[in-house]
């Protein structure tokens, strides 16, 4: 299974994920990265670039990150490519630390 982006993303979006993925699988939106579940290749590299820890293997999402497999897919048909780093969010560092931001995160679709 592919890899996905979860919660600790959201309302941070640091992009040092994307730099280093070979198929180029990220995708944007306002305040959340996905990942194209058609073209990641569970190579992995990008998880240690994370500075949250937000990306994890589909296949071992425990049950608050199941959702997010049905957001990554849904977000990679509707937000654009992303490969170059940016900025993350004005205020990453104050959500950085915060649980239960999945409210906060606007959805694809
Ligand atoms: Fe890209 Fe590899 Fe991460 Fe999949 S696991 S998103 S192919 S860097
Ligand atoms: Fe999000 Fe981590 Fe990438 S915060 S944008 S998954 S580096």
């Not at 990453?92 to 606007?106: I, N, Q, S, T, Y």
Request: proline share 12%; aromatic share 6%.
């Amino acid at each position: 299974m592919p890899f996905i982006v979860t919660e600790p993303c959201v309302q941070c979006k640091y992009t040092d994920c994307v730099e280093v993925c070979p198929m180029d699988c990220f995708v944007e939106g306002p305040n959340f990265l996905a990942i194209d579940p058609a073209g990641c290749i569970d190579c992995s590299v990008c998880v240690p670039q994370c500075p949250v820890d937000a990306i994890v293997n589909a296949k071992e999402a425990n049950e608050a990150q199941q959702p997010y497999i049905a957001i990554n897919a849904q977000a990679a048909q509707q937000w654009p490519s992303i490969t170059r780093r940016q900025p993350p969010l004005p205020e990453h560092e104050a959500w950085r630390g915060v649980v239960d931001k999945m409210h906060l995160l606007v959805q694809p679709g």
